[in-house]
């Protein structure tokens, strides 16, 4: 067995993540499955499997994906790039201080 083998990336903590963010950042252009499947000329449940991770997303596929949400792809993927502790840090709310 080979040790520098990737791990198979539809199971990855990473793909994970990336379709984290591509729900959020379908939520963020205020559409739901319905609207977002409109605009890829793409039924609901399309938009589901590839949200679920049932169905894998491909490149081409995540371009058509922010162009329908009218997001620059690089923005999608340097939210990815950030470290998970940043990511926790900015994510908390502010203690109270009464």
Not at 3 to 16: C, E, I, N, Q, V
Not at 38 to 62: I, T
Not at 70 to 95: F, H, N, Q, T, W
């Amino acid at each position: 067995m080979k040790k520098d083998r990737l791990p198979k990336s539809l199971y990855s903590p990473t793909y994970a993540r990336f379709l984290v963010e591509l729900r959020n950042t379908r939520l963020d252009a205020g559409l739901t499955q319905i609207d977002a499947a409109e605009r890829l000329g793409r039924p609901q449940s399309f938009v589901s499997k590839c949200e679920s991770g049932e169905r894998r997303v491909d490149v081409a596929e995540f371009l058509a994906f922010c162009q329908a949400f009218e997001v620059d792809p690089c923005e999608v993927i340097r939210k990815l790039l950030k470290p998970k502790a940043e990511e926790k840090r900015k994510s908390r709310k502010p203690l109270d201080s009464n």
